[in-house]
């Protein structure tokens, strides 16, 4: 790292970003999304640029790739790239310079991918397009491409189509793509966002390494600051369209000079911290939260056993019969979820975490009486919740009593409702009997309890932001004052410093309420900070489960132990 | 990137958001003002007119257009102007009865095939296939033809063939919507699932349909004056752009083109400022458009 800042005397920088301001014309007026900002990048260097929602980060990098939208354009300053201003550029070069001499990869690698052309032939059109390839040896060349990432059996996975593909493995074929003509500067915009940990140190370890050997320079855009200092040489923090510091790796852990940079270190979850730890030091200091007596507490509130959700699935079909639409023979129905036992005591937090398709899902469906389960019973304070068809779950009394907080807030409000009308839809529909005046002070009531402003009550989703979404969420779900909250990954969506405000929040809750939780994430230091206990999936099946502590330091199982490992730590 | 959420309260009235979406797109204005002199036309018409609509008067016959007789008489001596401005409250009627039927009873039926899907989909799906098989205006013709010739039965004939188009949007919209979070998140707060269609589901789509809506006004007035104009529907002497045209058609030979003319402009200009609604009404009615 140090030779590379050496270095950076000697030969001019390959991109060089001077008081770079971009505008936004709105309904509001104009908006400013970057102000001011320098940047320098050498020739084999990796820059993170680290920022929460709206701090501007994507949008350098569009200025640079000069991919701003229609509304956006660039008010001040020059990007210079090898020497070529970028900012002043006719169209036409700029565009001969995107893909050979500058490249992106974006978040969601399936929105990137043709959906109805096979993967090799997308590798073969850009390949051709930017005369690296010709027709005759084209398909020759794409297959060395997909193995130069990596990609197992390239020969099949020439033919395969995007979705057939999982999501790393779509990642793979676009960073394919986007080193294909071996550009001087690659920019992954939160490239391994919405990738389980183990996908994303694979494929981080795999844009490292390729940029590495051919001496390309990255910049990789990301929220998470673990992931930038373990992967970047030097690290920009941005806040509110500004840069706030600029320093290597080590440094910005070591000493981090800018308070919010502070605060985004205290923020993210880590090894060894508490809930506590990560709010900033000067908020207010959580009164202690009155605690509710647990009613029995230690005592089992939900029994599951043998639990199993099975989906058909049908042989394809050969020949003949296959020719005239003949279904195949019914083959082994594949099991989602696979036989699994446990149980969740009154005032505790049980984690359930595991990577995208191992069931966990599924998992809080059932329990959530939303889908019927193939086997297995879930018993749930002593009653029998299983033998009700989720059909006629939601006229149940037991409806009540199990709620779920979201993953996504806001594809979970409904659009046409104001906060208060979403917080109110349990209240109404669960017999509260509850309306008018009455009906809004409980509302006003739980909107406090979640720390939502009561002046945001009348506004729609969209006119809020993330975090209060979120609270709108919480509350929906403790609104009918239920004793089990499913928790499905509520903090995904969320930046890190909402991330730690949302969490201790909940802690506060389940004290104050008396609640038991089921968390679900595929985040492990998240879930150490919240469960008392956790369990692992994998396949279907729980492959280990105990105290939280015991599993995150002594791991028994090979998956759990490969999890902890692939979460990216900062060099320190 | 995306913009912070101001701390002044978004609370925008409807008249000033509807100024904006006016401001934002002038057309947008033209179709609401060509709307409000429908509107005023089909409500005070009748009494506002220089003429009486129904009097012939066999001395005038065949004037064209004069300072008396602003858009000229027809053959029996009565007032065009005046037969055009009152015919706008009969054929306005018919849109927006048809419309509303079809609006109420189609939307509801894709919706209820979107979102239950199964047994409904398939009823709903084949039952408009079906309308949509034949030619749609034969098939309102036979109606009509069928049912006996009243206004009542033009608007039914008028809101079945318009019936399949509401069917497909509604149910490809609620069909997106069936596994939206927001609609596990009803389920979850105890909501039938009728509720969830007519509650949640169908407020959502409003935005969408409201575009259908102006574009099959435009199209059931066109309806309805085809049906006059080929003797089905209301019959003469009352005032109506399509039996107006039909009479008029017959003397444009002869010199006499202020007869159809008048008439035909007109409801040319019905048909324009309903389509150029369309998008006006969306923007209106989306509450996402209000930030």
């Known amino acids: ?572 | 990137m995306t913009l912070a959420a101001t701390d002044a309260a978004p609370k925008d009235s409807l008249f000033s958001h509807a100024r904006h979406i006016v401001a934002e797109n002038p057309v947008t204005g033209l179709a609401f003002g060509l709307f409000a002199l429908f509107a005023l036309a089909a409500l005070i018409g009748p009494y506002v007119v220089p003429h009486d609509p129904l009097a012939s008067n066999t001395s005038a016959a065949l004037q064209p257009p004069s300072a008396t007789y602003w858009f000229g008489t027809d053959q029996l001596g009565r007032d065009i102007f005046s037969r055009v401005v009152v015919a706008a409250r009969l054929d306005m009627i018919i849109a927006v009865a048809s419309v509303a039927l079809v609006f109420v009873g189609g939307g509801f039926a894709g919706i209820a095939s979107g979102y239950c899907g199964g047994w409904t989909d398939r009823i709903v799906g084949r039952v408009s296939d079906t309308i949509m098989a034949f030619p749609l205006f034969v098939l309102a013709m036979g109606i009509v033809a069928a049912l006996g010739n009243t206004v009542t039965n033009i608007v039914i004939a008028t809101a079945i063939i318009n019936f399949p188009l509401y069917v497909r949007v509604a149910r490809a919209e609620a069909n997106i919507r069936r596994e939206a979070g927001f609609v596990q998140a009803a389920r979850l707060a105890g909501n039938s699932e009728m509720r969830i269609l007519l509650g949640h589901i169908a407020p959502n789509i409003l935005p969408i349909m409201m575009v259908q809506v102006s574009l099959t006004m435009g199209y059931a007035i066109l309806n309805a004056a085809g049906l006059s104009f080929i003797g089905l529907g209301v019959r003469p002497p009352t005032p109506e752009w399509g039996i107006m045209v039909a009479e008029g058609a017959s003397f444009i030979i002869s010199g006499e083109w202020w007869i159809a003319f008048f008439p035909g402009v007109t409801l040319m200009l019905a048909v324009f400022c309903f389509n150029l609604l369309g998008d006006g009404l969306r923007d209106l009615v989306d509450p996402q458009r209000r930030t």
């Open chain 1, 1 to 572: 790292m140090n030779m590379h800042a050496g270095a950076n005397h000697m030969q001019p920088p390959l991109l060089e970003v001077r008081d770079l301001t971009v505008e936004f014309a709105t309904r509001r007026g104009t908006v400013r999304a970057v102000e001011k900002i320098d940047l320098t990048l050498a020739k084999g260097e990796t820059l993170g640029i680290v920022g929460e929602s709206g701090s501007g980060k994507s949008v350098t990098s569009f200025a640079v790739m000069r991919i701003l939208d229609r509304a956006g354009r660039i008010a001040e300053g020059t990007i210079t790239l090898g020497g070529v201003d970028i900012g002043t550029a006719p169209e036409g070069a700029v565009r001969a310079l995107r893909g050979r001499e500058m490249s992106m990869i974006f978040q969601n690698p399936r929105a990137a991918l043709n959906p109805i052309r096979k993967v090799g032939k997308q590798i073969e059109d850009v390949l051709i397009e930017h005369v690296q390839a010709q027709p005759s040896d084209a398909r020759e060349k794409a297959i060395e491409v997909l193995k130069a990432v990596r990609i197992a059996r390239p020969e099949e996975r020439y033919h395969a189509y995007p979705f057939e593909l999982s999501g790393g493995m779509c990642q793979r074929i676009v960073i394919a793509l986007a080193l294909a003509c071996r550009p001087q500067l690659l920019i992954a915009d939160e490239p391994t966002t919405g990738l389980d940990v183990t996908t994303q140190k694979a494929v981080m370890d795999l844009v490292v390494e390729l940029t590495r050997a051919r001496n390309m320079s990255t910049i990789l855009i990301t929220h998470d600051l673990g992931l930038a200092s373990a992967y970047c040489d030097r690290v920009m923090v941005m806040e509110k369209g500004r840069v706030v510091e600029t320093a290597t790796a080590a440094e910005i852990f070591r000493a981090p000079q800018h308070p919010y940079t502070r605060k985004l270190m205290r923020a993210t979850p880590r090894r060894g911290v508490t809930l506590r730890d990560l709010l900033p030091v000067d908020a207010a200091p959580a009164a202690a939260a009155p605690t509710a007596p647990v009613e029995g507490a230690g005592t089992p509130l939900l029994v599951v056993e043998n639990l199993v959700k099975e989906y058909p699935r049908q042989a394809p079909a050969t020949g003949l019969a296959g020719a005239f639409g003949i279904k195949g023979a019914a083959a082994d129905p594949f099991r989602a979820v696979d036989g699994i036992s446990f149980s969740v005591a009154r005032g505790e937090s049980l984690g359930l975490v595991g990577e995208s398709g191992c069931g966990k899902s599924t998992t809080s469906m059932m329990l959530m009486r939303l889908l019927d389960p193939t086997s297995g019973r879930i018993v749930f304070k002593g009653e029998e919740l299983s033998a009700i068809p989720a059909r006629r779950f939601a006229g149940s009394k037991w409806r009540s009593r199990i709620q779920l907080v979201f993953q996504d807030p806001t594809d979970s409000l409904n659009p046409r409702y104001t906060a208060a009308r979403a917080i109110a839809d349990p209240l109404l529909r669960m017999g509260s009997g509850l309306s008018g005046k009455a009906l809004r002070a409980k509302v006003e009531e739980l909107a406090g309890l979640v720390g939502l402003p009561v002046n945001l009550l009348d506004r729609f989703p969209h006119q809020l932001s993330g975090g209060q979404k979120a609270r709108v969420g919480i509350a929906r779900a403790i609104a009918p004052d239920p004793d089990l909250v499913i928790l499905d990954e509520p903090t995904a969506a969320l930046d890190v410093s909402v991330q730690a405000v949302v969490l201790n929040l909940l802690q506060d809750l389940k004290q104050r309420l008396g609640m038991s939780y089921i968390f679900v994430s595929h985040d492990l230091e998240v879930v150490r900070l919240l469960c008392d206990r956790v369990m692992v999936m994998r396949a279907g099946r729980i492959v280990e489960a105990g105290a939280t502590e015991t599993v995150m330091t002594a791991p028994k199982a090979d998956y759990t132990r490969e999890l902890l490992a692939s979460i990216p730590h900062p060099p320190i």
